[in-house]
């Protein structure tokens, strides 16, 4: 119902920043939450941020909390990861998600969601 693209991944090295994108398209107008997701050599996905539509309630693991930023476009149907101070902790691909429907929280578990990209790489070098 919604499709998802990401882009914005890159080669970095450690400390700089980088600001993934994943455009939205299909009937957004039923999503409630959205959140990124990393996932590295096959390890199981990871909730790096989330969010409601609105900008309500914006959550962060401790991992990440302080050097990302989750945001949203309204007018671009577009969702942003603002990444800074990276690590090589942080190499991973980076999907979008989206979840159709209600609920009272955006929670950081992967079946909580119900649209997702295909992903962008992010590597940062040490």
């Known amino acids: 119902l919604v499709q998802l693209v990401e882009s914005g991944g890159g080669a970095v090295q450690t400390g700089g920043s980088l ?8 009937d ?3 999503t409630t939450c959205m959140a990124w997701f990393s996932q590295d050599r096959g390890q199981e996905r990871e909730g ?3 969010m409601f539509i609105g900008g309500l309630y ?22 942003y990861l603002q990444m800074s101070s990276l690590r090589p ?6 999907c979008c998600a989206a979840r159709d429907g209600g609920g009272d929280y955006c929670y950081t578990l992967p079946p909580h969601y119900t649209n ?3 992903g962008t790489q992010v590597t940062v070098s040490s």
């Open 89 to 94: 902790d942080d190499t991973a691909t980076y």
């Open 116 to 118: 997702w990209g295909q």
């Open 48 to 50: 790096v941020a989330t």
């Open 19 to 26: 600001r993934l994108s994943c455009v939205a398209s299909g």
């Open 58 to 79: 914006p959550y962060y693991p401790a991992t990440v909390k302080g050097r990302f930023t989750i945001a949203h476009d309204d007018a671009k149907n577009t969702l």
């Open 28 to 30: 957004t107008a039923i």
